[in-house]
């Protein structure tokens, strides 16, 4: 996974969008205050789902194969700041705002 940010560079929300496979449409998201708590709640995320396919699997799995289903799981996220997310809700929330307030002057 590449990493977008190194820890103190970015003072936002961060915006964690993590898929179930490249098709998903409708992955997670999740939002966090701190890079910190956006990367651990990624690794704990990460690691149970490898931790189900190994569970699940009918074969043994070696170190490689582990390596690979880790790596796959890290594909599939999406790491970024939330600044268009906010910007969309604010914009969205103030048009909402205004319409309320022409409903009830009108």
Do not use: C
């Amino acid at each position: 996974m590449q990493i977008l940010y190194t820890q103190g560079s970015w003072n936002g929300t961060f915006k964690v969008t993590y898929s179930i496979d490249s098709l998903d449409p409708n992955p997670t998201i999740k939002y966090f205050d701190s890079y910190d708590e956006a990367e651990n709640w990624l690794q704990e995320e990460v690691s149970h789902r490898v931790q189900w396919t190994v569970d699940h699997s009918s074969y043994s799995i070696s170190e490689e194969e582990l390596s690979q289903i880790q790596e796959l799981e890290y594909s599939l996220v999406e790491f970024s700041d939330a600044i268009e997310d906010i910007i969309e809700w604010f914009k969205h929330f103030t048009t909402m705002e205004h319409q309320q307030i022409l409903d009830h002057v009108l």
